[in-house]
């Protein structure tokens, strides 16, 4: 079973022989390389819910970061400002998707094989989990993170 910790500002995911299989440095998100961020995330925690789009919880804002659903490094310069890119999520989430381990597909979240054990579904186990923040303006946004950066079920 896989697991998931953070520490020093790092999230990392270990395999069941306690192996770093990834790690996210968290406190890179902010840097100064990002000047439009601060904005973002300005305009982001006025106008949306401040709940993981992933896991539906509600958290303090300094717990959810402002997700690119298509990679930023990837993304034109023109379309870094464009707020149907960007996504809250909370830092397990944000760390999930970034990896590759959770997508959606069609407004559903799809797990990959290689985090089975971890349970992002709901507590009366459903089998398909809706994303309510999927929509027609950002679909193309979560396409390409399914189609390209989504490790499929084996
Ligand atoms: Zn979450």
């Known amino acids: 079973m896989n697991k998931i910790f953070y520490i020093y ?3 990392m995911l270990l395999n069941q022989n306690n192996k770093i299989i990834s790690r996210l440095h968290t406190s890179s998100v902010y840097n100064n390389n990002r000047p439009e961020m601060k904005k973002i995330r300005k305009i982001i925690s006025k106008e949306r819910l401040n709940k993981c789009i992933i896991c539906n919880k509600i958290y303090p804002l300094c717990l959810l970061d402002c997700a690119h659903l298509k990679p930023r490094s990837i993304i034109k310069i023109s379309e870094r400002r464009n707020l149907d890119n960007i996504e809250f999520m909370c ?5 999930l998707y970034d990896n590759g381990y959770i997508s959606i597909k069609r407004g559903h979240l799809e797990v ?3 985090i089975i ?28 993170h399914y189609k390209y950066i989504y490790r499929l079920k084996k």
Not at 91 to 95: V, Y
Not at 126 to 142: G, L, P
């Open 91 to 95: 830092k397990c989430c944000h760390f």
């Open 112 to 114: 990959s094989d290689d």
């Open 117 to 144: 054990d971890y349970n992002l579904f709901d507590k009366n186990n459903e089998k398909i989990k809706i994303i309510e923040a999927y929509n027609q303006c950002n679909k193309e946004y979560f396409d390409y």
């Open 9 to 11: 500002s790092s999230l």
